[in-house]
């Protein structure tokens, strides 16, 4: 399988496929993704982020990293969010090669650590996270898992 990663802010003519395809997996407002990922596209700021995994013209996987993934603890910020990889090609190393570009493209802009709330256990610590403690997610009664990735101390 070949597949590229790709940067948002590199690729901006791929917004509004990008804004549906997590809208659709997610549910989440359309205009929000949409508001975040046009802040992206500024270059004001550091964060928002946005990332797809394309093979060919198909987007099968993606992610974001905002300040707040809609949990308690602001401090602990910013965060990947909406991890999404196709079922198809669950599996097949995207989203951990998606974990890694995230990591490496926001480190190069000078974040070292990152934050990630989910249900999953095990599966982000194969790519270097640590679960860090648990949190309250906006609006739900169950507390998640709160990860932390830090990168190491090499030179930009």
């Keep these: ?6 940067r948002l802010e590199d690729r901006p003519e791929l917004m509004e496929r990008a804004a549906e395809w997590f809208h659709k997996k997610w549910g989440i407002p359309l205009a929000a993704y949409k508001e975040s990922m046009e802040e992206c ?3 004001e700021h550091v964060v928002p982020q946005w990332y797809v995994a394309l093979e060919g013209a198909r987007i099968i996987g993606g ?4 300040e707040n993934d809609f949990h308690d603890r602001k401090d602990l910020a910013p965060n990947v969010c909406a991890v999404y990889t196709e079922e198809d090609k669950r599996g097949q190393g995207v989203a ?13 802009k000078g974040i070292d650590t ?9 599966f982000y610590e194969r790519y270097g996270w640590e679960f ?5 997610g906006d609006g739900e009664e169950e507390m998640s898992r709160m990860y ?9």
């Design 114 to 122: 990152l934050y990630l709330v989910t249900d999953h256990t095990s």
């Design 96 to 108: 951990g090669q998606l974990l890694d570009f995230v990591c490496r493209d926001m480190r190069s």
């Design 148 to 156: 932390v990735h830090t990168s190491d101390g090499d030179s930009l």
């Design 1 to 6: 399988m070949h597949y590229e990663m790709i």
């Design 41 to 43: 596209l500024t270059g």
């Design 63 to 66: 992610m974001g990293v905002i």
């Design 132 to 136: 860090l403690c648990m949190v309250q």
